[in-house]
């Protein structure tokens, strides 16, 4: 079935360090693709999406471009800062439904 | 203005009781969707509803049970059937018919001893 992997967290970074979190995918047909962030005790807000292969998706300096021959999506930020902080979720939804199926999360913890 | 509420917040049962969480929603949307969400698991899909009096079950749908009367309401309860109850449970909402955002609450955060 459809499914989403990420890489395991925490990430740990300093101030102004560049992010990269992985995020691939298995899917039939094309899925559109999704990032969402979740600061602690709050639920999930959108932070970027993509429904087609070569889309790029931004957003508060995020981005993640839609790559159909890696099957990936993964999200960088130049330039990260201690609000960033907090999980990130990647997630797909299949062609014709309007489900999501979500990665497991992956933690970022940014140090001043 | 728009959005989802979820109450209470943080919620406390007794083992064998059935405990209903509630959801609203003042965004017009058809779809809701209850999530529940565990350490390292990610979100896991329990029920959701496409429209008014009707929905289906997601993944892990055991233990627990849902009706939708209004579009404007999805709750969610958590029956005694639930082996593991304790977890922090989502709600959201969004348009049908494509790949449209997920509008979440803020949770609540349910503990059963």
């Known amino acids: 079935g459809d499914s989403v992997t990420q890489m395991e967290g925490p990430v740990t970074l300093s101030e102004e360090a560049f992010l990269t979190i992985n995020c691939t995918y298995t899917?039939?047909?094309?899925?559109?693709l999704f990032w969402y962030v979740q600061y602690p005790g709050e639920g999930l807000q959108l932070l970027l999406k993509a429904t087609k292969a070569d889309d790029k998706g931004s957003n508060k300096g995020f981005e993640a471009t839609y790559r159909k021959e890696t099957t990936s999506f993964h999200l960088e930020k130049g330039s990260v800062q201690v609000s960033d902080s907090a999980v990130y979720f990647c997630?797909?939804?299949?062609?014709?439904?309007?489900?999501?199926?979500f990665g497991t999360g992956t933690r970022l913890q940014v140090f001043p | 203005d728009g959005g989802i509420t979820q109450s209470p917040k943080y919620l406390f049962r007794k083992e064998g009781q059935n405990v209903t969480l509630s959801c609203e929603q003042n965004?017009?949307?058809?779809?809701m969707y209850w999530y529940r969400q565990d350490p390292g698991q990610g979100l896991r899909l329990i029920y959701y509803?496409?429209?008014?009096?009707?929905?289906q079950k997601g993944d892990i749908a055991e233990g627990y049970s849902v009706s939708r009367e209004k579009k404007e309401s999805f709750p969610l309860t958590v029956t005694s059937a639930q082996k593991n109850p304790t977890a922090f449970y989502l709600c959201?909402?969004?348009?049908?018919?494509?790949?449209?955002?997920?509008?979440f609450g803020p949770g609540t955060r349910l503990t059963v001893t």
């Open positions: 965004l017009n949307h058809d779809a």
């Open positions: 899917a039939t047909g094309y899925p559109s």
């Open positions: 997630a797909l939804s299949p062609p014709n439904t309007d489900k999501l199926i």
């Open positions: 959201a909402s969004s348009m049908t018919g494509g790949a449209y955002e997920q509008y």
């Open positions: 509803s496409q429209i008014v009096n009707d929905f």
